[in-house]
């Protein structure tokens, strides 16, 4: 069954995913797959991540410092690469939650001005 593509898939802001992955890894290290998996089952489905725009993310937030990576074993048994927040990640992760907060504000008084 093919998968079915995500409504906002084309919508999303630049660097949106960034703050989701940073805030994926506040609960713990994980790897790749389980990212996406938590990004896609917290979002009930509606985001979908694809490892095309996953792993260039990953390493660009590993170059920026807000991530690192080790190799570890996953849950099957094979080795992965697992990444987690470091303190940096954690600064930026709430810098970008405020920004994201007052933006989604922003937009909402525009939808749905008050009654005059």
Not at 23 to 52: C, D, F, K, M, N
Not at 53 to 62: D, V
């Amino acid at each position: 069954m093919p998968r079915r593509e995500s409504p906002l898939e084309s919508e999303m802001l630049q660097g949106t995913l960034d703050m989701l992955i940073l805030r994926t890894l506040v609960l713990g290290p994980a790897h790749g797959h389980t990212i996406a998996y938590a990004i896609e089952h917290g979002s009930q489905e509606v985001l979908q991540v694809e490892h095309g725009s996953l792993y260039p993310a990953l390493h660009r937030l590993e170059g920026r410092g807000w991530i690192a990576s080790f190799w570890g074993t996953s849950e099957n048994n094979r080795k992965a690469k697992y990444y987690r927040l470091t303190p940096a990640g954690r600064k930026q992760l709430h810098a970008q939650t405020t920004r994201w907060q007052q933006v989604v504000e922003a937009i909402g008084r525009i939808l749905k001005p008050a009654e005059e």
